[in-house]
């Protein structure tokens, strides 16, 4: 069992940048993928960005490619999305999740734990 906090969310103008994190309780963090999902009004939640247990490997959505890394510390139980060049579209809550698989994979199906998310609102 996991669970899942996330932090860094707020409001920013469309350019901007924002760091989020998600800590997580337990001691057996490093054997989890952790992904970043998120879900703005009126629509279903998408995936963002995946890393693997290590963090030798890492998979985004097209959308964020090359605006956003996800990255992870497993000394600190903590995996980061860091967020550049914010666009309105990227307003959301957003939430980090872990897979007991191990396997980072981009179907919020393989995660077993989720956080409670950290809205994110862009400004135009």
């Known amino acids: 069992q996991v669970q899942l906090v996330e932090s860094g969310g707020g409001l920013v103008q469309a350019g901007g940048s924002l760091r989020l994190s998600c800590a997580a309780s337990g001691r057996t963090f490093s054997s989890y993928a952790m992904g970043w999902f998120r879900q703005a009004p009126g629509k279903e939640r998408e995936f963002v960005a995946t890393i693997t247990r290590s963090g030798g490997s890492t998979h985004y959505a097209d959308s964020v490619k090359g605006r956003f890394t996800i990255s992870r510390d497993n000394a600190k139980n903590t995996v980061y999305l860091q967020m550049n060049s914010l666009k309105p579209e990227d307003t959301a809550v957003y939430y980090c999740?872990?897979?007991?698989?191990?396997?980072?994979?981009?179907?919020?199906?393989?995660?077993?734990?989720w956080g409670q998310g950290t809205q994110v609102t862009v400004s135009s």
């Open positions: 999740a872990a897979s007991n698989w191990g396997v980072a994979t981009r179907n919020g199906r393989d995660y077993d734990y």
